[in-house]
T-cell receptor, first 113, second 114 residues
Framework: AQSVTQPDIHITVSEGASLELRCNYS??????LFWYVQSPGQGLQLLLK??????LVQGIKGFEAEFKRSQSSFNLRKPSVHWSDAAEYFC???????????FGGGTRLMVKP | DGGITQSPKYLFRKEGQNVTLSCEQN?????MYWYRQDPGQGLRLIYY???????QKGDIAEGYSVSREKKESFPLTVTSAQKNPTAFYLC?????????????FGQGTRLTVV
């Protein structure tokens, strides 16, 4: 079955520190991959997406993600975290067959001052 | 401005009642989706529709029903058969017929059974 896994449920980092959120997928072929961010009680906002080509993709708010086929991973990174980055982050994948997105369980990011 | 509007933002339901959550989009998207969000479980797909007058069950459709009579609207009814309806519900839409499109989300409806 197709699945997306985010191994870390909670992550706490200090403001100004670097960040990496992990995402692994299990699909028959390379899916289309997305990262979304959700503030409490709000909908989801797209940070970035990967479809093909350059495996390092840039997104909004200073985020980037790297697609690694050999590891079935699509980890999200940010060089220096700001307090406003505290939120929940979701990785999602779409095999473009059923036009559906499958989401990981999410990672809640807390930022220490 | 284009977007997806969910209403109401908060909804309270008595046990045994049906309630309907509204989702409207003016993005001219063909595909629309309903997700349920519970703490620690991510988003789970309830129903989706790729075209007017057609919809498909997702992973957790039991106790829910939908309709898609208009392109812009995809209401979700939570029936009394849904045993644990308290959750945050998110509606999304995206273009279909083309590849590589992301989903746009509404602001969600929080449903509480009282």
């Amino acid at each position: 079955a197709q699945s997306v896994t985010q191994p870390d449920i909670h992550i706490t980092v200090s403001e100004g520190a670097s960040l990496e959120l992990r995402c692994n997928y299990s699909y028959g072929a390379t899916p289309y991959l997305f990262w979304y961010v959700q503030s409490p009680g709000q909908g989801l906002q797209l940070l970035l997406k990967y479809f093909s080509g350059d495996t390092l993709v840039q997104g909004i708010k200073g985020f980037e993600a790297e697609f690694k086929r050999s590891q079935s991973s699509f980890n999200l990174r940010k060089p220096s975290v700001h307090w406003s980055d505290a939120a929940e982050y979701f990785c999602a994948a779409d095999n473009n067959a059923g036009n559906m997105l499958t989401f990981g369980g999410g990672t809640r990011l807390m930022v220490k001052p | 401005d284009g977007g997806i509007t969910q209403s109401p933002k908060y909804l309270f339901r008595k046990e045994g009642q049906n309630v309907t959550l509204s989702c409207e989009q003016n993005l001219n998207h063909d595909a629309m989706y309903w997700y349920r969000q519970d703490p620690g479980q991510g988003l789970r797909l309830i129903y989706y529709s790729q075209i007017v007058n057609d919809f498909q069950k997702g992973d957790i459709a039991e106790g829910y029903s939908v309709s898609r009579e208009k392109k812009e609207s995809f209401p979700l009814t939570v029936t009394s058969a849904q045993k644990n309806p308290t959750a945050f519900y998110l509606c999304a839409s995206r273009r279909s017929g083309t590849v590589n499109t992301e989903a746009f989300f509404g602001q969600g409806t929080r449903l509480t059974v009282v």
